[in-house]
């Protein structure tokens, strides 16, 4: 079987003004490219903002919601809505906070010890979080922690 290719030297009967004409639209072209890239990256960018400012705005909702079933005494459908919110908002301190402090209610003891150390995990500043960590700790029986 026979094989078929070009036997001509590359350059060769080619004008100078065109390899310049077709280098100049390889320019133009390369330039297009590079801002569909930055545009792309940037709507990428800015599509991820607005996810999480859903994230949080819903993550508020439901850590309200939470608040006021723990007011009406309704627990367990508290730490539903609040689990929710942790899954959108894991770095939210409160949001264990106010866990740990239901779970005590519900005499959890070993659960509330544990969503209270994530909350000073999360803000080793919170007052509220050592102070609920503390009474975790006292339900629990650990006096010298």
């Known amino acids: 079987m026979a094989s078929f290719g070009w036997k001509r ?19 133009d ?6 801002d569909d890239d930055a545009n792309w ?5 800015r599509r991820k903002e607005i996810l999480l400012e859903d994230c949080v705005k819903k993550s508020k909702k439901l850590k309200d919601e939470g608040a006021n079933l723990a007011e ?25 906070e106010m866990k740990s402090q239901v779970l005590m209610s519900l005499h959890e003891m070993f659960p509330a010890v544990h969503a209270a150390e994530m ?22 029986g650990e006096i010298a922690l």
Do not use: C
């Not at 100078?16 to 100049?24: D, G, L, P």
């Not at 990256?41 to 960018?45: C, F, I, L, P, R």
């Not at 689990?83 to 908002?89: G, N, P, V, W």
């Open 9 to 27: 030297k590359i350059g060769e009967k080619v004008s100078k003004a065109t390899s310049q004409q077709f280098e100049a639209e390889a320019a």
């Open 41 to 45: 990256v940037h709507a990428a960018k």
């Open 119 to 140: 909350a000073v995990q999360r803000n080793p500043r919170s007052w509220d979080a050592w102070q609920t960590l503390g009474r975790a700790q006292l339900g629990l």
């Open 72 to 96: 009406n005494r309704r627990y367990r459908e508290a730490l539903t809505k609040w689990d929710e919110a942790l899954q959108l908002t894991p770095e939210d301190a409160t949001l264990y």
């Open 29 to 34: 072209d390369k330039d297009l490219a590079d």
